[in-house]
């Protein structure tokens, strides 16, 4: 399986400052059809996971602007530009080029 | 609103069976692939079992495989997982989550709100 590994584990940060998280794959995540699976997703203190980015850097609906998803081949990072209080949460970045899907072990982002 | 709502998590005892089931309304779910992801609390996410939008194909974690069954009935919006011969290691919360129309490889987009499997004698 592909092994995703996510750093740092965990990131103080404080409010209104920017937050970057990066993601590094055991393969290249480009896949044939000229796409590149890799996706982040937030998971916020007792809910469960949202989508945030899929295919690195493609936003989802209602995401707001200031997170941002940038990469290619094994490498890949998400940033925030000015982290605001309801960024609280655990991050986590997938891969859905190769099967079985795997993600990262989870960034934890609390505020300083 | 797409909306996705599991049920059937409980407390077995080791090599017991369990049958989740994910009620999905919102969407046309005959039209997306769906799938199942597990959560041990506090911990990490990990993909268990996806299934086609016919139902054709099937793919599973090989943790899983011979032990889990993911199936679904588009009539009625439905989509279930079996899980027999249950380990330790299989308690979590588990996830209904929704595909894309052919694929998840971009990761569900919709999430349920998860059901508890604890496996203790």
């Known amino acids: 399986d592909v092994v995703m590994t996510q750093s740092p584990l965990s990131l103080p940060v404080t409010l209104g400052q920017p937050a970057s998280i990066s993601c590094r794959s055991s393969q290249s995540l480009a896949h044939s059809d000229g796409n590149t699976y890799l996706n982040w997703f937030q998971q916020r203190p007792g809910q469960s996971p949202r989508r945030l980015i899929y295919k690195v850097s493609n936003r989802d609906s209602g995401v707001p602007d200031r997170f941002s998803g940038s990469g290619s081949g094994t490498d890949f990072t998400l940033k925030i530009d000015r982290v605001e209080a309801e960024d609280v949460g655990v991050y986590y970045c997938m891969q859905g080029t190769h099967w079985l899907y795997t993600f990262g072990q989870g960034t934890k982002l609390e505020i300083k | 609103e797409v909306q996705l709502l599991e049920s059937g998590g409980g407390l077995v005892q080791p090599g017991g069976s369990l049958r989740l089931s994910c009620a999905a309304s919102?969407?046309?779910?005959?039209?997306?692939?769906m799938t199942w992801v597990r959560q041990v609390p506090e911990k990490g996410l990990e993909y268990v079992s996806t299934?086609?939008?016919?139902?054709?194909?099937?793919y599973y974690a090989e943790s899983v495989k011979g032990r889990f069954t993911i199936s679904r009935d588009n009539s009625k919006n439905m989509l279930s997982l079996q899980l027999n011969s249950l380990r330790a290691d299989d308690a979590a919360i588990y996830y209904c989550?929704?595909?894309?129309?052919?694929?998840?490889?971009?990761?569900?987009?919709?999430w349920g709100q998860g059901t508890l499997v604890t496996v203790s004698s």
């Open positions: 989550a929704k595909g894309g129309p052919s694929s998840s490889r971009e990761g569900p987009d919709y």
């Open positions: 299934i086609t939008a016919s139902g054709g194909d099937t």
């Open positions: 919102g969407f046309t779910f005959s039209n997306y692939v």
